[in-house]
């Protein structure tokens, strides 16, 4: 059975980070694009950082660049979403999704199969 569990989200203060982490069964990542998304509460979902199938190309929304980074480990059959310098802004559900052989547009009606997300709260 496909699978997609996320882990890691929690409490922190502004300025601090998080590591997402999500875990793939039933498939192997290699052939699917994969992304994060976030939903928080009163808005639409939007793509935080996607990663194409091939490797080859990285989309990162403009309020998460240069602090966001995503990672792919084949071999684990895992992503991660790596967050520093966490704002309060960035309060929300972070879902992981894939898209079979797919790019790095980060459009959430192009992804296959979701997580059922986890929740990161940053306030002091």
């Not at 950082?49 to 660049?65: H, L, Q, W």
């Not at 792919?72 to 966490?86: C, G, I, K, V």
């Amino acid at each position: 059975q496909l699978q997609l569990v996320e882990s890691g989200g929690g409490l922190v203060q502004p300025g601090g980070s998080l590591r997402l982490s999500c875990v793939a069964s039933g498939f192997t990542l290699d052939y699917y694009a994969i992304g994060w998304f976030r939903e928080a509460p009163g808005k639409e979902r939007e793509g935080v950082s996607c990663m194409s199938s091939d490797n080859g190309r990285t989309y990162y929304a403009d309020s998460v660049k240069g602090r966001f980074t995503i990672v792919r480990d084949n071999a684990n059959n895992t992503m991660y979403l790596q967050m520093n310098s966490l704002k309060p802004e960035d309060t929300a559900v972070y879902y992981c999704a894939i898209e079979h052989h797919g790019g790095a547009t980060c459009r959430y009606y192009s992804m296959d199969y979701w997580g059922k997300g986890t929740l990161v709260t940053v306030s002091s």
